[in-house]
């Protein structure tokens, strides 16, 4: 702040000896008009320095919202984006309003070093506004990650359950008495009851976010159901005593359970991470525009902090 007031002085000063000069009727027509380019300059000078505190108010939402793109998948972040979203509109505004004061006064500036701060504020403005722009692009295809991320995740809990009661299953009818396979044709029934939830969870989510990769996950499940269809089969064929049936069924149950087997290979550890995927691919130019709007930002702020007088020594 002490250039600012320095150069406030310093215009304070010439218009008290321009003054003095008119008084004593030294300056003349001259003085005069020197002295009303003076005041003119001086009045926009002070608008200029009115539009410079509005892009500082912008950017307190701008350092918000930076904050939450440096992370925006982290918890914290997403906790905090609807807050720092809903002061969006009003940095713009603000942001709106100091474009078009600098741009009114700056071809009335006098002194060079003015009219270049003038330049550098509407290029912080015009970086700013891009900055919020792609800024909020990339928060809200965060909550919608996150959202699709969790309601993968909790339809998987189901998959994760029917393989346990599926495994249970398996391992009661290797002693086929009918006590064991009733036992195992009830723990089947539950298990494709668990796929089926998963099932109609994950084509829920595929008409919400139609751009999410799920066939491989969609696929298991099918796999999954169609061999627990061949499973009820030969539990059914057991307690008929038709050991020919059943021995059919089991056959076919293990062959299309190796084709599900082959699927869950190339499944990932997170199951979410169609929806993180996605956000990357929906995002990457965001990022890149977002990027390069911090860089202007920065590089224009350089400038106005020295025209201020506020830069560190």
Do not use: C
């Amino acid at each position: 702040m002490a250039r600012r007031k320095s150069r406030r002085r310093r215009h304070r000063m010439l218009a008290a000896v321009l003054i003095v000069l008119i008084g004593l009727g030294v300056a003349g027509a001259g003085g005069w008009y020197l002295y009303q380019g003076h005041q003119r300059h001086m009045s926009q000078v002070e608008r200029l320095d009115g539009a410079l505190e509005l892009i500082r108010q912008a950017n307190e939402t701008a350092i918000a919202l930076d904050g939450i793109v440096s992370r925006p998948l982290d918890t914290a972040s997403l906790e905090q984006a609807d807050g720092v979203l809903e002061r969006i509109p009003e940095a713009q505004n603000q942001l709106e309003e100091a474009d078009r004061i600098v741009r009114s006064v700056s071809v009335d500036l006098s002194e060079s070093r003015d009219k270049e701060a003038a330049n550098q504020a509407v290029v912080a403005v015009a970086a700013r506004k891009a900055l919020l722009e792609s800024g909020e692009q990339i928060v809200v295809s965060a909550q919608q990650a996150d959202d699709a991320a969790q309601r993968i995740r909790a339809a998987w809990l189901d998959v994760v359950s029917a393989d346990a009661l599926a495994r249970d299953a398996a391992a009661l009818v290797v002693d086929t008495t009918d006590e064991h396979v009733a036992s195992s044709k009830q723990k089947t029934e539950d298990a494709i009851a668990a796929f089926s939830s998963a099932q109609t969870a994950l084509s829920d989510i595929a008409l919400l976010y139609p751009a999410l990769d799920l066939e491989a996950p969609q696929s298991y499940i099918s796999k999954r159901l169609e061999a627990l269809g061949y499973a009820i089969a030969s539990d059914e064929a057991l307690l008929a005593k038709n050991k020919g049936e059943a021995a059919a069924q089991n056959d076919a149950y293990n062959r299309v359970d190796s084709e599900a087997a082959a699927i869950a290979v190339d499944l990932p550890e997170d199951a979410a991470k169609p929806a993180l995927d996605d956000f990357k691919r929906a995002t990457e130019a965001f990022f890149e525009t977002y990027s390069t709007a911090r860089s202007q930002a920065g590089s224009a702020d350089a400038f106005l902090r020295d025209y201020l007088g506020t830069s560190s020594k």
